[in-house]
């Protein structure tokens, strides 16, 4: 008989019932509850302020149903032709690949540096000498926030486009450079949840509304385009939020800041705890987790994949779950993996080796935070 999980990997935090009535109460009264409605438009204006108050350049939004079709109209956006290599690391959540593949491309899946465990413009232009590259998909791995400024610089000097694929990166990602695009995920466990959704945001404003007309099916809405209101414009899909996802994001952020402020203090205290544990260089952190304004979850990168496979033995046999995040890692992904160029990704490799996804939610108990540290304390004894 297997063991019953008593701690769990996260436990979402969404806005109480309470917190969603009043929004519920407009959606009703306006008997709007889809194409663009009021909250929506909220949601969009507010989050567009919030962005705004990071870049001193003019930024422009569109809400979308999730993040992945967002990267995927984000790519269809860029009109590149048919079979276009995308750039992307071999570290990510398989959302990253497949929005590739669904728009029409070809991944590149390239290295990541092994102290950020992000694709950074270094490890791109390493790739570049390796494979033709048409664009750019790097993604903010669990939330560590990309340097805008090194990729626009990168931008610059390539001219490839680059989409940032920042699903987990909310209130740590910023647009704050002179160009970028960049794409989030309001998913249930990520740090703005509206249960489902995500957004664009860039300083391309006609990117953005290539986007939002690709999200309504490709129809144009725009009454300055050269079409006519209600043309198809576009070969588009169903892409748009609801009011009902809109009033749980709007919810979401009434009260993110003082989320905000509990998940890092507690991410920042149990890593302290697991670090008072562990002998020294036998665990390390991803490189910028400290600069992630909302983490929601946990990884610890042990020596090798024997450390961390008795880590996980260990912690199955005492209830608490694990997760190997991001892994397999693409490339050893067969049904992604046979549909894209495979560059050698030994920062990667190593990094996926000896990673383990261990339990974090803000409410997570005292009696639970002693029992992770004391298996991680008697995995590396
Ligand atoms: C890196 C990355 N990209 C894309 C996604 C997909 O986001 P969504 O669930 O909003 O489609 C995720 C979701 O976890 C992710 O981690």
């Not at 593949?101 to 232009?125: C, E, K, M, Q, Y």
């Not at 989409?163 to 998913?187: C, I, P, R």
């Not at 300083?203 to 509304?209: E, G, K, Q």
Request: hydrophobic share 45%; charged share 15%.
């Amino acid at each position: 008989m297997s063991t019953p999980i008593s701690i769990p990997l996260l436990v979402p935090e969404l806005p109480s019932p309470q917190a969603l009535l009043p929004y519920l109460e407009r959606m009703h009264a306006a008997q709007h509850y889809s194409n663009f409605g009021p909250l929506v438009k909220e949601l969009e204006q507010r989050l567009l302020e919030r962005f705004a108050s990071h870049s001193s350049e003019p930024l422009a939004l569109c809400t979308v149903s999730s993040a992945t079709l967002g990267l995927e109209l984000a790519l269809a956006a860029l009109n590149l032709p048919p079979r276009s290599r995308v750039l992307i690391p071999s570290l990510t959540f398989v959302a990253t690949a497949t929005a590739v593949l669904r728009a029409g491309h070809i991944p590149v899946l390239g290295d990541v540096d092994g102290d950020s465990w992000l694709l950074t413009p270094a490890t791109a232009r390493a790739a570049a000498t390796e494979a033709d590259i048409d664009a750019v998909l790097p993604v903010a791995a669990f939330g560590v926030p990309h340097d805008m400024g090194a990729w626009h610089a990168f931008h610059e000097e390539t001219d490839l486009p680059v989409v940032v694929d920042a699903a987990a990166g909310y209130g740590s990602q910023w647009l704050d450079a002179v160009s970028g695009t960049a794409v989030f995920s309001m998913h249930a466990t990520k740090s703005l949840p509206a249960g489902e959704g995500g957004f664009v945001i860039s300083r391309d404003p006609a990117l953005v509304s290539k986007i939002q007309q690709l999200s309504n099916f490709g129809i144009n809405l725009n009454p300055g385009a050269s079409l006519p209101v209600g043309v198809l414009g576009s070969v588009g899909t169903n892409a748009k939020m609801s009011e009902y996802h809109a009033a749980v994001g709007l919810a979401a952020l009434d009260c993110w800041a003082e989320g905000a402020d509990r998940r890092r203090d507690r991410h920042a205290a149990l890593r302290t705890r697991l670090q008072a544990v562990a002998p020294p260089g036998t665990i390390r952190w991803q490189a910028g987790i400290g600069a992630v304004a909302a983490p929601t979850l946990l990884c610890i990168r042990l020596l090798d994949s024997r450390q961390r496979d008795r880590l996980e033995r260990i912690c199955a046999a005492r209830g608490i779950a694990t997760r190997r995040w991001y892994q397999p890692l693409m490339a050893r992904m067969l049904t992604v993996a046979s549909h894209c160029v495979c560059l050698p990704t030994p920062e990667a490799t190593s990094i996926a080796y000896g990673m383990c996804g261990v339990p974090f939610f803000p409410g997570m108990t005292d009696v639970q935070q002693d029992a992770l540290v004391s298996a991680l304390e008697d995995a590396l004894a």
